[in-house]
């Protein structure tokens, strides 16, 4: 714990520098600003402009003011937030914060909590600041991240916000970040590099790998990515070449690009809506390096947040590559690949696209390896709700291993949507009753369930016995 508080101290100081440089960098933008503005009176004072000349001046002055207004928001946004964060920590001082409202690396309350793919919690400033540096392990648990998507914890925002309420303290809602503010020379910067992605391959490779870069620690290239309608096909173009395939390292740089400007909420539905995209990320999902696979998964899982997304990305036949992603096993993949699957089967009209495809059999034998079996049981019990996949589960033996899990794990959770599962199972599979009804005569697996499940759990369980009772003669006999 001492060297996280160190490590703690370290962050917060450099987030505090980076504040105070972009203070100084507004300031000298707001300078420039005000000496266009001024200059450009002073001109149309000494000089006389025919009518068309000065609508025209008229126009970009007006621009340089709206730039101008938005800078002096962005300063006096993080002024605002300097005065808030002072007086808020002097009433934190005279408190003793629960440790675990207090962010890892920071050591202080957490205003946005958010979920790592460890399962760690941790304040998004921090966090993200130490995503920006480059690091791809967990602070706390030092292991390898599977993806870089941060998942807002909502269950501990609502307990550290009623702590706060209960304390007579006002807890400030997650701002957007103010480095996101683009400027002339970000833009400038960017439509170069874009403009090298259809110049030679030396340079694409060079202008992909930076833009890669990029987009990854700085917002404010994230943001110009909305702003331009032609951004992304420009990004995209070299994926649509016949040969990418013989240049797995630029294949991998854009898709990563790619899948860090999803990241962006604004970003999401303007990236799907291209044409290109989705069907160029389910083209990666089946070729290039195993990163580059990944990345295209976790994109598609970023990107299948929006419900609409979610029924374009299932139309594009994106489920068979990444359930074959999942099937495939590599560590650094599978994640990803059942995390875009269960977004995906969100929607009903994918639930039977993922079971045609396979989906059904390939988690089953994923679980009773014992593999991501939190993950995959949450989404065999979305497949559940379809006739098509009560029936793969039926074919595949799906049953013993169900019972077996609410047998022998210690999840209630797992324990759940297993029972939910068989409960839909012998709904609509009457056979399947006879199998439940043995492991009920020698074990009482349901039955005991029903007595010590959590609330669903149980009352899914009674339904159970209640079929089993009204199909299969339950007594005992001596």
């Known amino acids: 714990m001492a060297k996280m508080e160190r490590m703690g101290v370290s962050d917060c100081e450099v987030l505090e520098k980076g504040n105070s440089n972009k203070v100084r960098e507004l300031k000298k933008e707001l300078q420039r600003l005000t000496m266009e503005i001024i200059d450009e009176d002073d001109e149309d004072e000494e000089e006389g402009k025919n009518e068309r000349e000065n609508e025209s001046e008229n126009r970009v002055i007006l621009g340089t003011i709206n730039k101008a207004i938005q800078v002096l928001s962005a300063l006096k946004e993080l ?87 209960d304390r007579g303290i006002e807890l400030p809602l997650p701002v957007e970040d103010p480095n996101g503010i683009i400027t002339d020379a970000d833009r400038n910067r960017l439509n170069g590099l874009l403009k090298k992605l259809s110049s030679s391959l030396s340079e694409q490779k060079q202008a992909a790998k930076e833009i890669r870069m990029l987009t990854k620690r700085m917002p404010s290239f994230r943001s110009f990515f909305c702003e331009s309608t032609d951004a992304i096909p420009r990004l995209l173009s070299p994926l649509t070449h016949e040969k990418i395939d013989d240049h797995p390292d630029l294949q991998e740089d854009l898709i990563t690009a790619t899948l860090n400007l999803s990241i962006q909420d604004s970003n999401k539905k303007i990236i799907a809506e291209h044409p ?166 020698t074990n009482g697996t349901i039955s005991k369930l029903a007595e010590n499940g959590n609330s669903r759990a149980k009352r899914k369980a009674k339904d159970v016995l209640d079929m089993l009772r009204r199909g299969i003669n339950l007594t005992h006999t001596a």
């Not at 920590?89 to 957490?110: G, K, T």
């Not at 919690?121 to 480059?134: A, H, M, N, S, V």
Request: contains cysteine; neutral net charge.
């Open 276 to 441: 290109p995209v989705v069907p160029l990320l389910v083209q990666s999902l089946r070729h290039g390096t195993i990163e580059t696979r990944a990345n295209a998964a976790a994109a598609l899982f970023s990107l299948s947040a929006l419900d609409s997304n979610k029924h374009l990305i299932g139309e594009s036949d994106a489920l068979k590559p990444l359930i074959d992603l999942l099937e495939e096993g590599h560590p650094l993949a599978m994640k990803d690949a059942a995390s875009a699957i269960f977004n995906l089967c969100k929607a009903v009209e994918n639930r039977g696209r993922a079971v045609h495809d396979g989906a059904v059999k390939v988690i089953l034998q994923k679980i009773k390896d014992q593999v991501l079996v939190d993950e995959l049981l949450t989404i065999l019990a979305l497949l559940a709700s379809h006739k098509g996949g009560i029936d793969e589960l039926g074919k595949l033996g799906g049953v013993g291993c169900l019972l077996s899990i609410i047998r022998e794990s210690t999840s209630e959770h797992n324990r759940e949507n297993c029972i939910a599962i068989l409960y839909l199972i012998c709904l609509y599979k009457r056979a399947e009753l006879k199998e439940v009804g043995e492991e009920e005569r």
């Open 79 to 165: 002024k605002l937030k300097k005065t808030k964060k002072s007086s808020l920590s002097s009433q934190l001082d005279a408190l003793d914060v629960p440790d675990e409202f207090r962010c890892p690396i920071s050591r202080e309350l957490m205003k946005d909590p958010v979920v790592l793919s460890t399962g760690q919690t941790y304040d998004r400033p921090y966090i993200q600041k130490w995503l920006e540096e480059g690091h791809r392990t967990c602070p706390q648990t030092q292991q390898v991240l599977s993806h870089i998507l941060l998942t807002p914890n909502h269950l501990v925002r609502e307990l550290i916000a009623q702590w706060c309420k």
